[in-house]
């Protein structure tokens, strides 16, 4: 006999960052569109207080500092680099994102830029006891808006060689490489990314599809911190990119980098401070 063992991958969570670009002529109307009302509606919690762990349903409202392209040869995203503002809303079933998003698109019109990248959370892969307790055990959950006001989202998207790979070779490249004296060779991803740990919050919603479709990203990277953790962030982000410290990199364009901050309400999004 055979144990009947098998771990679901099946989606837990599912989430869209709405990503709007507003002309400055309309910043006023759509302020006062009645989105609070339909998040209301779809019983969304505002993550600008976010209480004790991820709400079945939430939404959060992220307004522009500013977004820097990816190198030449990543993913060109007019969307997201030009976004004045982004909406994310996440539930524990598809129906109420989708609901949302539809809601939005009706109360904004056809004349207002609105793109959609979206995704699911699943189990993790290939984290087993050892690597949770490195990497997640002691993880930043989300904090209240006005103590951890900065929000980033970067996309990115996996080459077809990477794709190509045995799911056992790719996972190699998650750890640290040693040489046959036992000296450490390269760091991998996991001690490339450790420095954020303890100070950014991180979420990542995966494509529907693996690999994602062409012209569609495989990872939507997110992330919140306080003031003090910016430079954490962007220090993390070079430790990632350096391809001696972690090959995995050579396999990954990136999107747009795209920096918010969070804001209480969706008027807070377009009207002037």
């Known amino acids: 006999m055979r144990a009947d063992d098998v771990r679901s991958n ?4 599912y989430g869209a960052y709405l990503c ?19 998040a209301e509606r ?38 997201l680099l030009r ?28 004349e207002i830029d609105l793109q959609t990248l979206s995704g699911v959370v699943r189990p993790t892969l290939y984290t087993g006891n050892l690597m949770h307790n490195l990497a997640y055990a002691h993880r ?10 900065n929000a980033f989202l970067l996309p990115t998207k996996k080459s077809a060689e990477w794709w190509a790979k045995d799911w056992m070779e790719r996972h190699t ?15 991998g991803h996991a001690l490339a990314a450790a420095g954020g740990v303890d100070s950014l919050m991180r979420r990542t919603y995966k494509n529907s599809t693996e ?3 062409a012209g569609e990203y495989d990872f939507i990277n997110y992330f919140e911190c306080a003031d003090a953790g910016v430079p954490v962030f962007h220090e993390v982000c070079g430790s990632l990119r350096d391809v001696a410290r972690n090959p995995e990199w050579k396999f990954v364009r990136e999107g747009p980098a795209w920096h918010g901050r969070r804001v209480a309400s969706w008027a807070e999004l377009f009207l002037a401070d």
Do not use: C
């Open 10 to 13: 099946e989606p837990i969570r």
């Open 20 to 38: 709007l670009n507003v002309p400055a002529g309309a910043l006023e109307a759509v302020a006062g569109a009645a989105v609070p009302a339909l």
């Open 42 to 79: 779809l019983e969304l919690r505002n993550e600008f207080e976010p209480g004790n762990g991820d709400p079945p349903r939430s939404i959060a409202y992220l307004r522009r500092i500013g977004a820097t392209p990816g190198t030449p040869g990543d993913m060109a995203d007019d969307g």
């Open 83 to 110: 976004a004045g503002a982004v909406v994310h809303v996440a539930a524990e079933a598809p129906e109420p994102v989708a609901e949302f998003r539809a809601g939005l698109a009706r109360l904004l019109g056809p």
């Open 140 to 149: 930043v959950l989300q904090q209240p808006g006005t103590a951890m006001p």
């Open 173 to 187: 490249y998650f750890l640290p490489r040693y040489d046959e004296a036992g000296r450490k060779v390269s760091d």
């Open 211 to 213: 690999p994602a479709p």
